[in-house]
C-alpha cells in the first residue's frame, strides 16, 4: 500500500489556498525538522488501513518537528485573545485520495485549554506537555509529556546558511512542504490543510540529549538520538482550514 514518489501524485496542488473561509490563523516560529528513515513495513500497521505511505524514491520517514506556535486565534476571536504555545509533533507522511499530506502519531503542546480544543474539535491526538525553550544562536529545546515519564525530546540546535527553494523532486520538498493531514474521525478519513508561503529553510546543527517520542509512538529507530536529516526555518504565517 505504499507508493513511491508517483507522477500521479500531485505535489504542488495542496499548496494552493482554498477558497472557503479559513478557520483560524496561527503563526509558526523557530522550527527544527527532524527525520529518520523508517522501513515502510514497521510504519504500516501503525498508520490507518485507508492512507498509503508516502515514499521518496521508495523510502520512508517518520519526523519530529519541535517550534513555537504564536497569534493562534478561530477566525471569530479577536487578535488580543490569540494563544501562545509550544508544540512537539510526531508524523509520517501518507497519500489519500492521491493527496500526499501528514499523518500524526502525537502532538505535544504546553497549553492545555489548545491541548482539548484540538482534540475535540479536531479529533488529533494531543497531549499536555512541559515544554521549555532558549532562543538564540545556540537554542535549546526540552519537551515531557505530563504525568508519564514517555515523551522526552531534549536538543541543542545552532542555525546555520540558508538553503535555496527546495525543488519540488528534492527531498527537503517531500519532508518540509507539507499542507494537508489526514485523521480518522467517525469512521472515515478526514483531511484538514493549511496555507502559507514555502518555508526559508537552514542548515541546521542539531545535538540530541533524549529522545523517546519515536519510541513512544511505536517507532523504533537504530539511533533515536541521531536525527539522519535535520532542517530549520525561522518560520511561516498560517491560515488554517477546517476538516473535510
Known sequence: MWDELRPDIDRLAPRCRPSRRQAGWQSWRDLVFLHWEVPADLLRPLVPEELALDTWQGRAFAGIVAFAMQGVRPWWWP???????LETNVRT??????????YFFSLDANHLPAVLGAR????????PAR??????????YYSVRRWSSS????????????????????????LLERYLL????????????????PYPVQQVAVTIQQQTLLQTAGINVPTPTAAQYAHFSAGVDVEVFSLV
Request: hydrophobic share 30%; net charge positive.
Open 120 to 127: 475535540l474539535g479536531w479529533s488529533l491526538p494531543y497531549y
Open 182 to 197: 489526514f485523521v480518522k474521525r467517525g469512521g472515515r478519513i478526514r483531511t484538514g490543510q493549511v496555507y502559507h508561503t
Open 93 to 102: 507522511y501518507v497519500v489519500y485520495d492521491g493527496k500526499p499530506g501528514v
Open 79 to 85: 487578535p488580543w485573545m490569540a494563544l501562545r504555545l
Open 151 to 174: 515523551g522526552v525530546l531534549e536538543l541543542r540546535y545552532q542555525p546555520g546558511s540558508s538553503l535555496p527553494a527546495s525543488d519540488p523532486d528534492s527531498l527537503e520538498f517531500f
Open 131 to 140: 515544554i521549555e525553550r532558549k532562543k538564540g544562536n545556540d537554542g535549546e
